[in-house]
Protein backbone atom coordinates (compact mmCIF):
# COMPACT_ATOMS: atom_id res chain seq x y z
CA UNK A 1 0.00 0.00 0.00
CA UNK A 2 1.69 3.46 -0.69
CA UNK A 3 1.33 6.00 1.81
CA UNK A 4 0.22 9.36 0.75
CA UNK A 5 3.11 11.87 3.24
CA UNK A 6 0.25 14.19 5.24
CA UNK A 7 -0.41 17.25 4.48
CA UNK A 8 -0.05 19.80 7.59
CA UNK A 9 -3.75 19.72 9.39
CA UNK A 10 -4.89 16.57 8.32
CA UNK A 11 -6.69 14.57 10.67
CA UNK A 12 -6.75 10.91 10.82
CA UNK A 13 -8.01 8.53 13.64
CA UNK A 14 -6.43 4.86 13.01
CA UNK A 15 -7.93 2.09 15.60
CA UNK A 16 -5.66 -0.61 16.35
CA UNK A 17 -8.35 -2.42 18.34
CA UNK A 18 -12.27 -2.25 19.19
CA UNK A 19 -14.78 -3.78 21.34
CA UNK A 20 -18.32 -3.35 21.85
CA UNK A 21 -19.42 -1.72 24.96
CA UNK A 22 -22.84 -1.08 26.76
CA UNK A 23 -23.64 2.48 28.25
CA UNK A 24 -27.04 2.48 30.74
CA UNK A 25 -30.10 4.53 29.98
CA UNK A 26 -31.83 4.29 33.62
CA UNK A 27 -32.29 1.53 35.85
CA UNK A 28 -31.27 -2.06 35.50
CA UNK A 29 -34.06 -4.04 35.87
CA UNK A 30 -34.22 -8.07 37.58
CA UNK A 31 -36.86 -10.98 37.61
CA UNK A 32 -35.79 -13.86 40.16
CA UNK A 33 -37.23 -17.14 38.98
CA UNK A 34 -37.80 -18.74 42.73
CA UNK A 35 -39.72 -21.88 41.00
CA UNK A 36 -38.77 -25.36 39.47
CA UNK A 37 -39.46 -24.34 35.95
CA UNK A 38 -38.65 -21.86 33.50
CA UNK A 39 -40.57 -18.29 33.50
CA UNK A 40 -41.01 -15.33 31.24
CA UNK A 41 -39.66 -12.11 32.11
CA UNK A 42 -40.64 -9.33 30.33
CA UNK A 43 -38.70 -5.89 31.03
CA UNK A 44 -39.74 -2.92 29.86
CA UNK A 45 -37.41 0.68 29.41
CA UNK A 46 -39.29 3.39 31.80
CA UNK A 47 -37.01 6.15 30.51
CA UNK A 48 -35.23 7.69 27.28
CA UNK A 49 -31.74 9.10 27.13
CA UNK A 50 -28.89 10.06 24.83
CA UNK A 51 -25.83 8.89 24.86
CA UNK A 52 -22.61 11.01 22.69
CA UNK A 53 -19.71 9.66 21.94
CA UNK A 54 -16.72 10.11 24.41
CA UNK A 55 -13.04 9.92 24.61
CA UNK A 56 -10.55 9.66 27.10
CA UNK A 57 -7.98 12.30 26.56
CA UNK A 58 -8.53 15.68 27.48
CA UNK A 59 -8.54 18.56 24.62
CA UNK A 60 -11.09 19.18 21.60
CA UNK A 61 -11.13 16.36 18.91
CA UNK A 62 -12.80 16.38 15.61
CA UNK A 63 -15.52 13.90 15.96
CA UNK A 64 -16.52 13.05 12.33
CA UNK A 65 -12.67 11.88 12.53
CA UNK A 66 -13.56 9.41 15.32
CA UNK A 67 -16.62 8.47 14.08
CA UNK A 68 -14.95 7.69 10.79
CA UNK A 69 -12.38 6.19 11.74
CA UNK A 70 -14.10 3.91 13.89
CA UNK A 71 -16.55 3.15 11.09
CA UNK A 72 -13.64 1.76 8.66
CA UNK A 73 -12.18 -0.48 11.57
CA UNK A 74 -16.02 -1.91 12.92
CA UNK A 75 -17.15 -2.25 9.64
CA UNK A 76 -20.38 -0.81 11.21
CA UNK A 77 -21.93 2.33 10.89
CA UNK A 78 -21.77 5.20 13.54
CA UNK A 79 -23.34 8.15 15.27
CA UNK A 80 -21.85 11.32 17.36
CA UNK A 81 -24.98 10.22 19.17
CA UNK A 82 -27.84 8.42 19.83
CA UNK A 83 -31.43 8.23 21.83
CA UNK A 84 -32.56 5.05 23.67
CA UNK A 85 -36.37 5.61 23.66
CA UNK A 86 -39.21 5.09 26.25
CA UNK A 87 -41.28 2.05 26.42
CA UNK A 88 -38.57 -0.33 24.54
CA UNK A 89 -39.35 -3.88 25.66
CA UNK A 90 -37.90 -7.40 25.84
CA UNK A 91 -39.33 -10.73 26.95
CA UNK A 92 -37.03 -13.37 27.73
CA UNK A 93 -37.00 -16.53 29.21
CA UNK A 94 -35.44 -17.05 32.91
CA UNK A 95 -34.49 -20.75 34.00
CA UNK A 96 -35.94 -21.92 37.41
CA UNK A 97 -33.94 -20.66 40.16
CA UNK A 98 -31.81 -18.18 38.02
CA UNK A 99 -32.28 -14.47 37.92
CA UNK A 100 -32.35 -12.20 34.67
CA UNK A 101 -31.08 -8.91 34.52
CA UNK A 102 -31.74 -6.34 31.64
CA UNK A 103 -30.26 -2.93 31.09
CA UNK A 104 -31.92 -0.56 28.57
CA UNK A 105 -29.30 1.80 26.60
CA UNK A 106 -27.05 2.25 23.54
CA UNK A 107 -24.77 -0.15 22.55
CA UNK A 108 -21.17 1.83 21.58
CA UNK A 109 -18.04 0.52 19.67
CA UNK A 110 -15.07 1.37 21.94
CA UNK A 111 -11.83 1.55 19.63
CA UNK A 112 -8.38 2.32 20.50
CA UNK A 113 -5.95 4.03 18.32
CA UNK A 114 -3.94 7.03 17.26
CA UNK A 115 -5.38 10.17 16.75
CA UNK A 116 -2.99 12.02 14.67
CA UNK A 117 -3.35 15.77 13.29
CA UNK A 118 -0.48 16.05 10.55
CA UNK A 119 2.68 18.15 11.95
CA UNK A 120 1.96 17.48 15.63
CA UNK A 121 2.46 14.27 18.10
CA UNK A 122 0.16 11.52 17.56
CA UNK A 123 -2.42 10.69 20.64
CA UNK A 124 -3.24 7.76 21.95
CA UNK A 125 -6.96 7.58 22.23
CA UNK A 126 -10.10 5.36 23.74
CA UNK A 127 -13.33 6.32 22.09
CA UNK A 128 -16.67 4.87 22.49
CA UNK A 129 -19.12 5.57 19.76
CA UNK A 130 -22.61 5.13 19.84
CA UNK A 131 -23.76 1.90 17.49
CA UNK A 132 -27.88 1.27 18.14
CA UNK A 133 -29.87 1.09 20.99
CA UNK A 134 -30.80 -2.21 22.28
CA UNK A 135 -30.83 -4.40 25.96
CA UNK A 136 -28.03 -5.99 27.81
CA UNK A 137 -29.31 -8.87 29.07
CA UNK A 138 -27.70 -11.16 31.91
Keep these: MLMM ?3 RGNITYTVTSF ?3 HKA ?3 TQSNHNGTSHAATSTFTATVSGTVSIAWNVSGSLKVDRLVAGA ?6 NLSASLTASLGNSITVRTPARK ?3 ATYGV ?3 KTKGDYHVCGQKKKKVTAWTPWRAGWYIK
Aim: a positive charge; hydrophobic letters at 25%; aromatic letters at 4%.
Design 5 to 7: PCQ
Design 19 to 21: SNS
Design 25 to 27: VGP
Design 71 to 76: EVATGV
Design 99 to 101: TTT
Design 107 to 109: WRK
